[in-house]
């Protein structure tokens, strides 16, 4: 399934035939957040920024992401990096390293949608799977009293990541007018799903 997360620019490339599960999906957010937890010089460098809602440096991410992309099963099956370029200079460290996408993809969602689908999200830390508290409430009340909110899923914080968004966006797209796909976000999720793959298969076509 291909991830949807409408605070950040998508940048897909080599997409396999199984695009459902073919591909290396790196969410860059979780790759942080997995650091923090496992205590890595990259995460304690990282760790504030994110509490805050700032992006961490690009000096910190950016050889994160070339390092993993370098990996072999990124290399054989492809990768959908989420969350990644969101400055103009992780951008240009893709370009200079030769990494080049096949399309990019850009949620379009109005910031007052964003805050309210962030701030009711919660994360079940045993399966992973997400909910949100209104749109997607979870099955039972064990499920429920066990779910997770992440520390920066808040309204102050949402307004602080949405500064920085706003503050790189237009140079992060201007690096990819020539596969730049936007999608409406606010849509159903089989919706925009449908629509992302469409606009996949057809670059791939
Ligand atoms: P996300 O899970 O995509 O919302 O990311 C959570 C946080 O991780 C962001 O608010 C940033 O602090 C950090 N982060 C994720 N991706 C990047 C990136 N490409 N550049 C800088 N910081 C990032």
Not at 137 to 142: H, K, L, R, V
Not at 162 to 176: C, P, R, T
Request: include cysteine.
């Amino acid at each position: 399934m291909i991830s949807i997360h409408p605070l950040t620019p998508k940048y897909i490339t080599k997409y396999s035939l199984a695009y459902t599960d073919g591909v290396v999906h790196l969410s860059t957010g979780d790759m942080l957040r997995a650091a923090v937890a496992a205590g890595t010089d990259v995460g304690k460098q990282a760790k504030d920024f994110m509490d805050s809602g700032k992006l961490v440096p690009d000096e910190v991410i950016i050889g994160v992401v070339k390092d993993r992309l370098d990996e072999s099963d990124c290399v054989e099956c492809g990768w959908l990096l989420d969350g990644f370029p969101r400055t103009p200079a992780q951008a240009e460290a893709l370009a200079d390293a030769g990494v080049s996408a096949d399309c990019f993809i850009f949620l379009n969602v109005p910031d007052e949608v964003l805050v309210e689908r962030v701030v009711g999200r919660r994360t079940d830390p045993e399966t992973g799977k997400i909910y949100h508290m209104t749109f997607s409430p979870p099955e039972d009340e064990e499920v429920l009293a066990r779910l997770e909110q992440r520390s920066d899923d808040t309204e102050e914080k949402v307004k602080v990541r949405l500064e920085q968004f706003y503050a790189n966006v237009d140079a992060v797209k201007g690096s990819y007018t020539d596969i730049y796909v936007e999608v409406d976000g606010t849509k159903k999720p089989d919706e925009v799903s449908a629509t992302i793959v469409k606009a996949i298969d057809s670059v791939l076509a």
